[in-house]
């Protein structure tokens, strides 16, 4: 289970600080799939790097199953949103998804077969041997998802992942996310600023104000469990949930203006 | 403070090494023997005849060095035919040292001002031509696409798309020929003899004033300090509007 | 586009030759020669400052102007193209010159040796503690010489075979002067051909001189002289005589007055003022030694430095 | 192929011959006719010759110019990860940088002596600056989403330096090496100036001061080759060493 409690975070500068989130407290619990969501600028990249231990919170904690998050825990998987910048360009595809698994100590056998699973999960067959670069952009942000996948992690956190890439792709990928995550019973924290991807791939919508951020709503995304883009999307209580949210997002707007303080 | 630290250590470990034995200390001086003949020199007029000279001849064999190379730059960059004619001579004649080209200076211009430019000129263009040339490929093809479809001019492309392109890399290849340029100016009056500081850093070498000599090297690095802080900061401050200040640095 | 490129390397080329040719030859104004004279910063020059000062230079209507070079390979070049119109030189350099028809030509005395062992203003000097006791002790030994396949080490040669030893046995390697105290005391080198005031120097730090070189090449050895380019003592032989009267005039006067010579030192070297009392000056005679020169040029046929070329003394010297 | 051999050599040989047309009645002693100087070559650069001269500074230029990279590279990704530690060492950095190696050489003979430590390390004392600043520099500049990916993945110590700040930072630091390889052969000849007893630099400066002229010209023509030659086994490198950067951004330009 994971548990943030208290979340606080404040950037010093030399001149000033900036309070980019006051007080976040909720929890994702085993294999559970939670959307965050909230207007643009309102420290949900602080949020995902305090819970990937990329960042040390300046109050309260993240626990993962009952244990402190320092540094990167163990078992947990980052899919950031630029792709572009996520992969070791110097690398092919098959060693970037290969690299962390070294990194586990995998033995060759074993890793061999869980890059080829990936990779083949994500569509990637055959590609194994390209740079990165050599993809499009939809493509390579399924090689951070098949890098994320063979590293077996227990806690999944995507940042923004399909923001940069096109509208058909993205619906692609935001299946391919609920597939997989259907089939290996991962923990999934997804953040994003897209109301209907957020309704569409959760189980549960945590709605965030704008900076410093407070958790401005919750809600549990009761739509049946096997969805597609077509049906899913035109569901009337899909159109009820995504106005809902999009209200609490107008409001936390509305509610708390950006403010600095001044040291 | 901490970026004091460094500097106050080096200089730590100058006084030290000499009084605790571990080189001679007549042929490293402690640092404040250097310190207290750097400020008798720095009383006399001629020592401040000498830092005039090798700035002057900094300044403008610099000035000259960047002149010529950015237009060579702009002419072989822009135009490919002569870029690839140019390639193989370019990289023949770059890495001829400049201190090879004494006894032609000497023979041009004898020991004054002259000879001092040329090789400072010499050593200086390659930096600047350099990166000109790394610019002006750097150029993107859409913008180049886009000035061609609004039928732009040779000059106005010049201008507009391969110019901004270009400019980054130019300051990258100013910084570092400003850094060749004082590293030569220094040389050629050191062992040629043309007036400056290096010359009378050549004096004191020849008269064993050690602590003399080093104070002299002391200014010439305190003088390098100097330039690279300035170059930094007209080049942070003349290309604020960039995104990123590409290129690369030190030479 | 490339033809306007070659057109701009002519014009630099043009431009740098004419920068070149305007400077060349003695300006003459109100009937004054402008003079530049090519010298090494060292004691060996003092009598042509001293006789600036003296104005034994501006009573023969010569406006003097010293460029200080690093060396011959500076100061001959400069002479040859007209930059300077005299340069100072040791002898054997010249005698190298004169077999390779380099354009120049000796036209007074420069500096000599004192002729004492003992009381020379060079020497080969090794560290307090050196096994090595005399000459013939240097064979076999390396040696540090400021110019290779020059007057230091024909001549140092000379004073091993002198002494009995074989001077091919020694190494010799290539240090300036002023870094050879350093290498003495180190124990980089068995000994170093040295100067002074860098003689001095090792002296004072506990060396010992084991060997005088110039003494033992040849009696009243003239070491270096004052040379101008053939071109201008075919063209203005007026002038280089005007030159070489002032010029032995300063050097005569330099050696009655080795006081005045020593204060002249300040002016242009940094020796610290307690070395300036006390080294050891060399002897300023008013004409160039022809014997001597005659016997370094058979030093240096000895060891091979002309080639398969031999020096013609009576073209080099005046 | 002849086609990019023809353009390779059109302008050099243009250019010489036109020095060879130009210089053909000169009389001049130091710029003597071109034919004397290639007469002069052919005679001068013999096997033996280059045997006993051009291999020791090439040795010398090796060792220099490698132990320049390791000490560069090193330092630089030191300096490069911590902030505190480069905040300290700049100011002294830029300061060595700034010194005119020939002064340098006085007071590296007090301690490296005069036998071929002395030339390696003028050597290194040169050519390190542009290779150690543009790694800090590359170091620095590697990407920040990367780097987190790194961490996050639980890519660290050995394997951080392996497979994310070398690669991250090699662009620039082959840009450093490529400044750092001219600079080399420039501080090769000024180290052999003092103290030396052959070698590429000592030879030229030997026929400079015996007056073999034509002879020391044709010692800088192999200067020039040798820089020629040099740099052309460095951009076989670095296409090597480099593949997957320009290829991306081959791509980039390309998108």
């Not at chain 1, 231990?53 to 993240?62: D, K, Q, S």
């Not at chain 2, 690279?228 to 900061?233: E, H, Q, V």
């Not at chain 3, 004169?98 to 004492?116: E, F, L, W």
């Not at chain 3, 005399?134 to 540090?144: E, P, S, V, Y």
Request: aromatic share 8%.
């Amino acid at each position: 289970m994971l548990e943030v409690s208290g979340l606080r975070k404040v950037y010093r500068s030399q001149r000033r600080e900036v309070e980019a989130i006051r007080d976040l407290t909720f929890t994702v619990d085993d294999g559970e799939l939670v959307c965050v969501v909230g207007p643009s600028g309102c420290g949900k990249t602080t949020l995902l790097r305090c819970v990937a231990g990329l960042l040390g919170p300046t109050g309260g904690a993240v626990r993962l199953a009952g244990n402190a998050v320092t540094g990167p825990p163990p078992g947990m998987a980052v899919v950031f949103q630029e792709y572009g910048r996520s992969l070791f360009p110097w690398l092919s595809v098959h060693d970037n998804v290969d690299l962390p698994l070294r990194q586990k100590r995998v033995p060759r056998p074993r890793r061999a077969a869980l890059v080829s699973e990936a990779l083949t999960a994500v569509g990637l067959d055959g590609t194994q041997q390209s740079n990165p670069w050599q993809l499009s952009g939809g493509m390579q942000q399924r090689v951070a998802i098949a890098r994320a996948v063979a590293y077996e992690p227990s806690v999944l956190l995507m940042d923004e992942p399909f923001a940069a890439v096109d509208a058909q792709t993205r619906a692609e990928l935001e299946d391919l996310v609920r597939a997989l995550w259907q089939r290996l019973g991962v923990t999934i924290l997804f953040v994003t600023h897209d109301i209907d991807e957020a309704v569409y791939l959760g189980q549960r919508v945590l709605v965030l104000s704008a900076s410093p951020t407070v958790v401005q709503d919750e809600l549990l995304v009761d739509l049946p469990a096997a969805r597609d883009q077509l049906h899913t999307r035109a569901d009337a209580r899909f159109t009820a949930l995504r106005a809902r949210v999009y209200e609490q997002i107008q409001a936390a707007k509305g509610a708390q203006p950006n403010t600095a303080i001044s040291s | 403070m901490l970026r004091l630290s460094g500097l106050a250590g080096l200089l730590g470990l100058a006084e030290l090494l000499p009084r605790l034995g571990l080189v001679d200390d007549d042929y490293l001086p402690p640092a404040s023997r250097i310190v207290a003949a750097l400020a008798a020199e720095a009383r006399t007029a001629a020592f401040w005849t000498a830092v005039g000279d090798t700035l002057t001849a900094w300044a403008i064999g610099l000035v000259i060095a960047c002149t010529l190379g950015v237009a060579a730059g702009v002419l072989i960059g822009a135009v490919p035919v002569l870029r690839t004619w140019t390639a193989s001579t370019i990289e023949f004649l770059r890495p001829i040292p400049s201190v090879a080209l004494i006894p032609l200076a000497v023979l041009l211009y004898g020991t004054g001002l002259g000879s001092t430019l040329l090789l400072v000129v010499y050593a200086a263009f390659w930096q600047v031509l350099v990166q000109v040339l790394h610019g002006v490929a750097d150029v993107d093809p859409v913008a180049e696409e886009t000035a061609r479809s609004f039928r732009f001019s040779a000059w106005a492309r010049v201008r507009h798309v391969l110019w901004p392109t270009a400019l980054p890399y130019v300051f990258t290849g100013l910084r570092l020929a400003a850094a060749v340029a004082l590293v030569l100016a220094v040389t050629a009056e050191l062992v040629i003899g043309a007036p400056g500081l290096g010359s009378v850093i050549a004096v004191a070498q020849s008269s064993g004033a050690i602590a003399t000599m080093d104070a002299l090297i002391v200014v010439t690095g305190l003088l390098g300090v100097a330039i690279n802080l300035g170059a930094r900061l007209a080049e942070r401050r003349l290309l604020s509007w960039h995104q990123s200040v590409r290129g690369e640095v030190a030479g | 586009m490339r033809r306007m490129l070659t057109a701009l390397v002519v014009l630099v080329l043009a431009g740098a030759a004419a920068g070149c040719s305007s400077s060349a030859g003695p300006d003459s104004s109100g009937g004054v020669d402008r003079v530049k004279v090519g010298v090494i910063p060292i004691v060996d020059v003092a009598p042509i400052y001293l006789g600036q000062q003296r104005g034994f230079f501006g009573s023969r209507k010569i406006e003097l102007s010293m460029e200080s070079g690093q060396g011959g390979a500076v100061i001959v070049p400069g002479v040859v193209s007209g930059q300077f119109q005299f340069g100072f030189s040791n002898l054997t350099s010249l005698l190298i010159a004169q077999t390779k028809n380099v354009p120049v030509k000796a036209v007074a005395a420069g500096v000599a040796s004192t002729g004492q062992a003992g009381k020379d203003f060079g020497g080969v000097a090794v560290r307090g503690d050196s096994p090595i006791k005399d000459a013939a002790g240097l064979a076999g030994q390396k040696i540090a010489v400021n110019t290779l396949k020059n007057i230091g080490d024909t001549t140092v040669r000379e004073s091993v075979r002198k002494a009995g030893g074989d001077p091919a046995t020694i190494s010799f390697v290539e240090i300036p002067f002023a870094n050879m105290p350093a290498a003495v005391q180190n124990g980089q080198v068995d000994a170093a051909w040295v100067v002074e005031p860098s003689l001095s120097q090792i002296t004072a730090a506990g060396g010992r001189v084991v060997a005088w070189n110039y003494v033992d090449a040849a009696p009243e050895l003239t070491v270096a002289a004052y040379f101008t380019s053939t071109k201008l003592a075919a063209d203005n032989p007026g002038l280089v005589k005007r030159f070489t009267e002032a010029i032995t005039e300063s050097l005569t006067y330099a050696g009655a007055h080795p006081d005045e010579v020593r204060a002249a030192l300040a002016t242009y070297t940094k020796i610290d003022p307690k070395l300036r009392e006390t080294l050891t000056l060399p002897e300023w005679p008013a004409q160039i030694n022809r014997a001597s020169v005659q016997a370094l040029a058979d030093l240096g046929a000895r060891d091979g430095i002309f080639g398969t070329a031999s020096p013609d003394l009576t073209k080099i010297l005046p | 192929m002849i086609r990019r051999f023809l353009t390779v050599l059109a302008l050099p040989v243009t250019l010489f011959l036109f020095w060879y047309v130009a210089s053909r009645t000169s009389e001049s002693f130091y710029a003597p006719p071109l034919r004397t100087i290639l007469v002069a070559f052919g005679d001068t650069w013999t096997w033996p010759r280059l045997r006993a001269d051009v291999l020791p500074s090439l040795g010398r230029l090796a060792a220099g110019y490698l132990l320049a990279a390791l000490l560069g590279v090193g330092l630089g990704i030191a300096v490069g990860a911590s902030r505190r530690l480069r905040a300290a060492a700049e100011p002294v950095l830029e300061f060595f940088r700034a010194v005119p190696p020939p002064v340098l050489v006085p007071v590296i003979m007090v301690f490296a002596g005069i036998g071929n430590a002395m030339k390696v390390i003028v050597i290194v004392s040169g050519c390190v600056w542009p290779i150690l600043l543009n790694t800090v520099e590359g170091v620095r500049a590697v990407d920040a989403v990367l780097s987190d990916t790194s961490r996050a993945y639980g890519i660290t110590g050995f394997a951080r330096l392996r497979y994310l700040l070398l690669p991250g930072a090699a662009p620039q630091i082959i840009t450093g090496l490529r400044q750092a390889l001219s600079l080399a052969i420039i501080l090769m000849v000024i180290s052999e100036m003092v103290a030396a007893s052959n070698g590429l630099g000592f030879t030229i400066v030997q026929f400079q001061r015996s007056f073999a002229i034509p002879q020391m010209w044709s010692g800088i023509i192999v200067l020039g080759l040798l820089g020629f030659v040099l740099s052309e086994l460095f951009r076989l490198g670095e296409r090597f060493a480099l593949g997957w950067y320009h290829g991306r951004r081959e791509a980039q330009r390309r998108s």
